[in-house]
């Protein structure tokens, strides 16, 4: 069956032919973003494997002074949000997310060298503001290649990059910590060294090879994957899926800024990801060091830890696609939101001096859950954004968001509050209690949304056979 198209010169194109050609997209794009977002979750995350090889005694900090660095980072991505965006929004993605990578691999290598507190806060506050930017500029990207139908699925994919960074960091620590002494440094200092010169390697693929957005799909080297007759295709298809794609201004303007604040329904979205994340961001930081709490060694710990990790990257998967083909995103969040409570709540009902593998396994699924419905969440937000400046300016908000969640969650676990953290799991229930509430509200908003907009659909359209009977 062909697919009619007003303005496409050289004829239609079959559903079949543009099954294919997004096929062609999946393996060109979605690869080398997922590389990237792998780089980035090593290069921010491995600094909680690092805890476990004597980092704060080396360095010379506390406990609470490394939560309020993990918040500087947090800070530093949160400043820059929305700057980065703009930048990115102008020059385009494969250049500035070219020189953002580049920027801040250099950042991850030489932290491996730090000494004190000055330079601990400095180094963690530099790489967040070097960050800042990535991760809704990934988003942002994807939606000018694919279609409202098929992004869930495809954020679902990118994060799957941040899932399986998470996952393998734990892998990668156990066997990289163990270099302890090798030429004279740490395990944790030769972490920061070879995973800092991967996301070089990943920023040069990236410049290299992406093809940056349909409008022009060639790399900053020149390298070309589609004809000209795809490009029209993906250019094409985009725009009939989505009209407001096809004119775009290359700035965006503070009306932009001020538009998108007005919409009353991005606010609960904003404290959904700052509440529902802050649990995640503070256990994934800890986990290694909790589970060896329970009385396994120490970089065993790294390891088993990488197990609920690996769960949740399955689980994200599952997620976007069951989103995508269930086509209500808002209730998916409903139940993914849910579970993670039921979860964050059994872990905090069980008795201090429960069995060691009770703990962990009910630690595993806790960690397994949270944070599973992020993407599909994202995609959410994204799709009910009414211009590509809009877009562009909520998935800044939304990366925004997460990175508050980081903010707060930097001080759930404290020196104060050990060895069970109770205080902490107290907080991290009743977060998830009111996330639960937040996605019942969101889901109101927008059917009484809905509801006003075919109101008034019904409306013009009996004005309009007025018009036509006289």
């Not at 929004?89 to 990578?101: A, E, H």
């Not at 993407?375 to 400046?389: F, T």
Request: net charge neutral; charged share 15%.
């Amino acid at each position: 069956m062909a697919v009619k198209k007003d303005d496409c010169s050289f004829g239609d194109w079959t559903e079949k032919e543009e099954s294919k050609l997004v096929h062609k997209v999946d393996l060109v794009v979605m690869p080398i973003l997922m590389l990237c977002f792998f780089a980035l979750q090593l290069d921010r995350a491995n600094i909680g494997n690092a805890l476990t090889d004597h980092f704060l005694v080396d360095v010379g900090i506390t406990q609470n002074w490394f939560n309020v660095g993990q918040q500087l980072l947090n800070t530093g991505i949160v400043l820059l949000e929305i700057p980065s965006n703009i930048v990115l929004y102008r020059l385009g993605p494969k250049v500035w997310i070219s020189c953002q990578i580049l920027a801040w691999s250099l950042v991850a290598i030489f932290q491996a060298f730090q000494h004190g507190l000055a330079a601990f806060l400095t180094t963690r506050l530099l790489l967040g503001l070097l960050e800042a930017g990535f991760i809704p500029g990934g988003l942002y990207t994807l939606s000018l290649w694919y279609k409202r139908s098929e992004l869930s699925k495809r954020f679902a994919l990118f994060f799957l990059g941040n899932g399986l960074a998470t996952a393998s960091g734990g892998l990668f620590a156990y066997g990289i910590l163990h270099m302890r002494g090798v030429a004279g440094l740490t395990g944790w200092q030769w972490m920061f060294i070879l995973e800092g010169i991967f996301t070089v390697l990943a920023g040069v693929v990236f410049a290299c090879l992406f093809p940056g957005s349909p409008d022009a799909p060639v790399s900053i080297i020149g390298v070309k994957y589609f004809s000209e007759a795809e490009q029209e295709i993906l250019r094409m298809r985009i725009i009939r899926d989505d009209p407001t794609k096809e004119i775009r201004d290359p700035h965006i303007r503070l009306a932009d800024i001020a538009h998108t604040l007005a919409d009353p329904k991005l606010w609960p979205h904003i404290l959904l990801t700052i509440i529902g994340l802050a649990p995640s961001t503070a256990l994934w930081s800890y986990a290694p060091s909790i589970v060896a709490s329970f009385g396994y060694n120490s970089l065993t710990a790294n390891a088993m830890t990488s197990i609920g990790q690996w769960i949740s990257v399955l689980l994200v998967v599952i997620a976007g696609f069951i989103a995508d083909r269930w086509d209500r995103r808002g209730f998916f969040v409903l139940v993914a939101v849910t579970i993670e409570l039921a979860f964050t709540v059994a872990y905090r009902c069980l008795a201090d001096d429960a069995k060691q593998g009770t703990k962990f396994a009910v630690l595993t699924l806790a960690a397994a859950t949270c944070s599973w419905w992020h993407a599909v969440h994202g995609s959410w937000l994204s799709i009910n954004a009414q211009s590509p400046a809009e877009r562009s300016i909520r998935m800044a908000i939304f990366i925004m968001s997460a990175n508050c969640a980081g903010i707060v969650g930097g001080q759930l676990f404290r020196s104060d509050d050990l060895p069970y953290y109770h205080r902490g799991w107290n907080i991290a229930v009743a977060f998830m209690a009111m996330s639960v509430i937040c996605v019942i509200v969101l889901i109101a908003l927008y059917a009484y949304s809905n509801k006003s907009v075919q109101t008034t659909r019904a409306r013009s359209d009996t004005n309009l056979r007025r018009i036509q009977c006289e």
